[in-house]
C-alpha cells in the first residue's frame, strides 16, 4: 500500500474529492477535523465506506492551541492541508477565515518540522495572492501587460490584519499565508519539499450534496455560483478564473508524489473564462 498521508479540510468541497482521490489510489489517510460530527459526516458517505480500512481520523478541536497538529502528523510521509475557508458572507472574517487560513498553516508548518517522517506538504493557496485584484494607477501601469503565473505573488499591503469585509479579510489572509510560507522554508529549511498548489475558483459535482436547497447554499464555490444563477444576492465576486474539482483533485496527487530536490515548488490550476 502507499505512503501514509494526512488531509486537513476532508470536510470541504476540495478535501473530499481529493480524500476519494487518495483512496482509490490505495494511500493510507488520516483526515483532521474540529468535532467528532465532522468526522462522521465523512467516514459514513457511501464514497467512502468502502475504504474504511485504509482511513484513520485526528480531532483537533483548535488548530491554535501549541503543538495542534503534533498528534495527527506521526509517521505520516505526506501532508496535503485543503482545511482553508471560502469567503462565505455572514461568517466571522477573524474566526472564520483569517484564523483558519493564517494561523492554520503556521500551526502546521511548525509542528511539522518536528517530524522526521514527512517527505512533502502540500498547501492550497488561491490565485488573490497572486493576481492583484485592485488595476493599477494609470501612472505606474505597465506598458505591457504582466504575466501572472503560479510564482507570482502579491505585495503584502501596510494593513495586514483582518478586516470587516469577509471577501477583503480572505485576500488578504491567502496573501499573507502564501508570504508566511515562503519566508517559513526560506529560514527553517525542513527536511520536507513544499509545495502550493494555487487555484481558481473551484467547481463541479459535490458528492456531499443531496438536494438542490442544500447545493445552493453550501460554503463553497459552487454554492455561490449556484446562488448567483438562482437569484440569490452574492456579495462575493466571481472572477473570471475556474478549475474543474475533479482537476484539481488529480493535481493534488500528482504534486505530492512529484519525485523533487527542489525546496519550494507553485503551481497554478486555473483557466481563465470570459463572461463577455
Known amino acids: 500500500m502507499a505512503p501514509p498521508v494526512l488531509l486537513t479540510g476532508a470536510t ?103 517530524f522526521s517522517t514527512i517527505k512533502r506538504i502540500v498547501l492550497t493557496s488561491s490565485i488573490v495572492a497572486t493576481i492583484p485584484l485592485s488595476p493599477l494607477p494609470p ?30 479579510t480572505y485576500v488578504l489572509a491567502k496573501t499573507i499565508a502564501l508570504s508566511n510560507a515562503d519566508t517559513f522554508m526560506k529560514t527553517q529549511n525542513p527536511d520536507f519539499t513544499l509545495a502550493h498548489v494555487i487555484p481558481g475558483y473551484v467547481l463541479g459535482r459535490d458528492e456531499r450534496v443531496h438536494d438542490a436547497e442544500m447545493a445552493a447554499h453550501m460554503p463553497s464555490s459552487c454554492g455561490i455560483l449556484l446562488q448567483g444563477l438562482t437569484g440569490i444576492d452574492v456579495l462575493v465576486p466571481l472572477h473570471g478564473g475556474f478549475v474543474h474539482v475533479d482537476d484539481l483533485a488529480e493535481m493534488f496527487l500528482r504534486v505530492m508524489e512529484l519525485e523533487t530536490e527542489v525546496q519550494m515548488e507553485s503551481f497554478g490550476a486555473c483557466v481563465p473564462v470570459d463572461f463577455g
Open 12 to 114: 470541504g468541497l476540495i478535501g473530499f474529492r481529493v480524500l476519494q482521490e487518495l483512496l482509490r489510489n490505495n494511500y493510507r489517510v488520516r483526515i483532521t477535523a474540529r468535532s467528532a460530527n465532522k468526522v462522521q459526516s465523512v467516514t459514513t458517505h457511501p464514497l467512502i465506506r468502502p475504504f474504511e480500512s485504509q482511513l484513520t481520523t485526528a480531532l483537533i478541536p483548535d488548530i491554535n492551541a501549541a503543538n495542534a497538529f503534533d498528534e495527527a502528523l506521526k509517521d505520516v510521509t505526506y501532508v496535503i492541508h485543503t482545511g482553508s475557508p471560502v469567503p462565505i458572507p455572514g461568517t466571522d472574517p477573524l474566526r472564520d477565515v483569517w484564523s483558519p487560513t493564517v494561523d492554520g498553516t503556521a500551526s502546521l508548518l511548525t509542528s511539522a518540522l518536528r
Open 139 to 168: 501612472s505606474t501601469a505597465p506598458e505591457v501587460p504582466v504575466s501572472i503565473t503560479a510564482s507570482s505573488r502579491v505585495p503584502l499591503p501596510a494593513n495586514t490584519t483582518a478586516t470587516p469585509d469577509v471577501f477583503e
